[in-house]
């Protein structure tokens, strides 16, 4: 690697070894306890490179060019998190609820939540940042001691844990998946009163507040298995940690089968469990209570809904770097509008079309955005086999259904009965 020119603009802020820290570093997943810190520690912590005009960039030398270039793909293809009227609305929620557990005395039960919407909205991006905050918080509020610590023991301290739902999902499974995240030493033999036994004891040893499990949307409430997790779920409402569900379409899933919507409290709210105990974990008799709350796309009709929309394009906007973009690259014009029709709003869509085209901009040259480039990039919202239903979250039901006609009974005058009935009647 070459010296750095006098006068380079890079000069103490980038470097190969930042590239490579940031890009070379292993990404363990989130759903163990080294994966959920690292998210929990090192997100938003991507800050863009300086911006350079053509004539600058062409200043310096390839070595430096070639930094430049990686950092600059690094930053276009990780969009910031942004705060969203449609995240906003579930990020107070989960905050409320989050506090307000967590400062609860005798409360026997948490009430939960379950965040739903379609693909592409961004439920897992928006309760994972809620939740890191939370944490973070919570550290802080304890000087990053557990509060709840046994004596004499060396626990990790994990206010929150968060799992993906297994592809096929049983009571165990469930049980194994949480026990993964602290690496607990399982034996594939133990019961599942036993398994759910470590569960309790692992949660309240690591001082864990809040559980997200995530993809809850896999289960299927024709499987007699999933129906069985459902029950598992809601007896874990009584361990002194709250539930946050997230997944896709949750009222179609069958998960609520058995709730009903409050016109006025405007929340789900799910009956009594009818038995009284869940693969040996009591179950409280009071109500059961988890508060729905949907992932809504961008809207495009009233001008605040505009405004919200060309606010959202603006902090891309300056958060990308191409050599020739310019001011309202992506919010003057008609750009707005051919972003919209585009993406349909979809937060997950818009920003996979954005980043594809800003690598298109860079390996061709253009280096910039704008409609016809644009057009060159296929997304998912594309595929002429994409529904509305697809893309349009489910409303919450405003009246009662109509119930189903009855089959019509046929007309059986002129049957012919046999013999033995022609007797009877003469």
């Known amino acids: ?13 980038l470097s190969r070894e930042r590239i490579a820290e940031i890009v070379l570093r292993p990404k363990p997943h989130r759903d163990t306890f080294d994966g959920w810190q690292h998210y929990r520690l090192t997100r938003g912590e991507l800050v863009p490179p300086p911006l350079l005009t053509p004539r600058q960039w062409a200043t310096l030398s390839e070595d430096r060019r070639f930094d430049y270039d990686i950092f600059r793909r690094l930053t276009n293809v990780n969009l910031p998190l942004q705060q969203t009227p449609m995240a906003a609305k579930v990020t107070r929620l989960i905050k409320r609820r989050l506090l307000g557990n967590a400062l609860k005395q005798d409360d026997p039960t948490l009430a939960g939540v379950m965040v739903s ?3 592409h909205y961004g439920k897992t991006a928006t309760v994972s940042a809620v939740c890191a905050a939370f944490e973070d918080s919570w550290l802080q509020l304890h000087d990053y001691l557990n509060p709840t610590a046994v004596p004499g023991t060396a626990d990790l301290h994990a206010p929150v844990v968060y799992v993906s739902t297994p592809v096929t999902a049983t009571p165990k499974s469930v049980c194994q998946a ?3 995240f602290f690496r607990a030493d399982m034996r594939t033999s133990a019961t599942l009163p036993r398994l759910v036994q470590l569960v309790a004891d692992s949660l309240r040893d690591h001082g864990v507040r809040a559980l997200v499990l995530d993809d809850i949307s ?15 779920i809601r007896a874990f409402m009584s361990l002194n940690v709250t539930l946050i569900l997230t997944g896709v379409n949750i009222p179609g899933t069958g998960l609520l089968r058995e709730a009903k919507w409050n016109a006025k409290q405007r929340h789900w709210v799910l009956p009594p469990l009818e038995s009284a105990r869940v693969h040996g974990l009591e179950v409280t008799q009071t109500e059961h209570r988890f508060e729905l ?3 809504d796309r961008f809207r495009y009709s009233t001008s605040e809904q505009i405004n919200d929309f060309l606010r959202h394009l603006h902090g891309i906007e300056v958060h990308l770097r ?4 310019k001011s309202g690259m992506l919010t003057g014009g008609t750009m707005p509008e051919y972003l919209m029709r585009r993406t349909n709003g979809v937060v997950g869509l818009l920003g996979r079309l954005i980043e594809d085209g800003c690598q298109e901009a860079m390996d061709s040259g253009r280096e910039r955005l ?3 480039l644009l057009d060159e990039i296929v997304i998912r919202r594309d595929d002429p086999d994409l529904t509305q239903d697809e893309i349009e979250p489910q409303t919450p039901p405003t009246s009662t259904p109509r119930p189903a006609r009855g089959r019509r009974h046929r007309n059986t005058v002129f049957d012919d009965h046999g013999p033995a009935a022609a007797d009877a009647a003469g």
């Open 1 to 13: 690697m070459s010296a750095p020119k006098a006068g380079d603009p890079l000069v103490g802020w």
């Open 322 to 325: 191409l050599l020739k973009a």
């Open 178 to 180: 949480i026990l993964r």
């Open 293 to 295: 709350v949907e992932m």
């Open 117 to 119: 919407g379609f693909g």
């Open 370 to 372: 704008d409609e016809k």
């Open 218 to 232: 896999r289960l299927r409430m024709h499987r007699a298995d999933d129906q069985d997790v459902l029950d598992l």
